[in-house]
Structure formats: C-alpha cells, structure tokens
C-alpha cells in the first residue's frame, strides 16, 4: 500500500491555522451551532476541505504555465547552504501529487473508485514536463471527487472501522487527514510561488 508522508508537526500547526485565517478572511459562515447539539459529520468534514480548494485551486492557477515544473534549487540560494533538493517536487509534481491523493483517500472513504487512470496520475507526478492546464484539471476533478465521498458520511459510519489505508481505519480520520495533507503540500507550494516573484492569491490584498 502506498504511503503519503507529511511533514511532521510543524506542518500540521500550519495547516490548522491557514484554515482559520482562510475562514476568516473569505467571509465563510463562521456560525456555531448550539454548544452540545450534534453536528452532521459530512458537513463539518466539507467545510475543511472546501478551505483548502479555497486556497489550493487559486494558487495552483496562478502559477504560470512557463515556471509550472520550477523547483527549488542550490542555485538560487547563498553559497554556503548545503541543503540537497534533488529530490524536491517541482510545483507541477506538488499539483499532481495533491490530485492523486485526494482520489486515493477519498475512494476510501465511499468505497467507489474514480473515473481516472490512477497509474496515468502517478506516472505524471514523476514528469519533469506537466501541463499546468491538465495538472489544474486533475486538482479539480480530485476534489469533486473528494466533496462526494465525505458526503457518504452519516453519523452511524463516520467511525466504523474500515480497510486501514496508512493506518487511517475510519471513514471520519481519512478524510480529516486528507484536508491535512493538502495543507502540507499547499504551505510548500506557497514558497514556489513566492520565490518567482508572485503573490498567492491567498495573500494578496483583498479588493474594495
């Protein structure tokens, strides 16, 4: 079974709290139900990962078609910093990678496949050569996918256990965790951007 990795804790705090400033400042309701009333897991579940498409899609638009498979390098940092990035993801890698891990939590989550030739997906995350215009396509394909899958999500099955899928064995823990690891690889893909000059539209100022 494949294996998704995030980057520690670190990377968890961060995405905890993009989720609460991008909540805040896209005016998403931010309305309380009653303090010890139940709540309808599917929906407080939709509501994180429509953070992240909040935050993801525009950034991955954003990035142009000519600099889509740029990666950090040696050569744009000082002399003396050592640090290895022959292995780092260029930013068009990063995009596909976030698609073909929504498509592989989620599936699990419904218990439907996806209409998409998975070893395709990951056989273009190892491209050195992605099209912005279908890496975009496949993110926003994988989080249609992803909206209905949490919405099989009753209170009744939301922790039954189910096949383990990186040790994640509940419907409710997976696609938690799947807004997680988008926010992982959104916090990476933030600093591409920023180090050719851009803006992320998350960032940028909020026109009157």
């Known amino acids: 079974m494949r294996s998704v990795k995030l980057g520690g804790c670190t990377a968890l705090m961060g995405a905890m709290m993009a989720m609460t400033a991008a909540a805040q400042m896209g005016g998403m309701d931010m309305k309380a139900p009653e303090v010890g009333s139940p709540v309808n897991p599917a929906a407080a579940i939709q509501r994180e990962l429509g953070l992240l498409e909040h935050d993801i899609v525009p950034l991955a638009k954003a ?13 744009i940092f000082a002399s003396s ?20 891990a929504n498509f592989y939590f989620y599936m699990s989550v419904s218990g439907e496949k996806p209409d998409v030739d998975m070893k395709a997906l990951q056989a273009m995350e190892k491209s050195s050569a992605i099209s912005k215009e279908v890496a975009v396509k496949a993110l926003e394909d994988s989080f249609a996918f992803a909206h209905k899958a949490i919405a099989t999500i009753t209170p009744e099955n939301a922790f039954l256990a189910i096949k383990p899928v990186d040790g994640m064995n509940t419907r409710a823990t997976l696609a938690t965790f799947g807004a997680a690891h988008g926010y992982d690889h959104y916090g990476q893909m933030v600093t591409y951007l920023r180090m050719n000059g851009l803006v992320p539209p998350s960032s940028a100022p909020v026109k009157k």
Do not use: I, L
């Not at 910093?81 to 073909?100: D, I, L």
């Open 81 to 100: 910093q050592k640090t290895e990035f022959a292995t780092v993801r260029t930013f068009g890698q990063q995009v596909v990678h976030v698609a073909e």
């Open 63 to 75: 990035m142009p078609a000519a600099t889509y498979n740029f990666a950090p390098s040696q050569a």
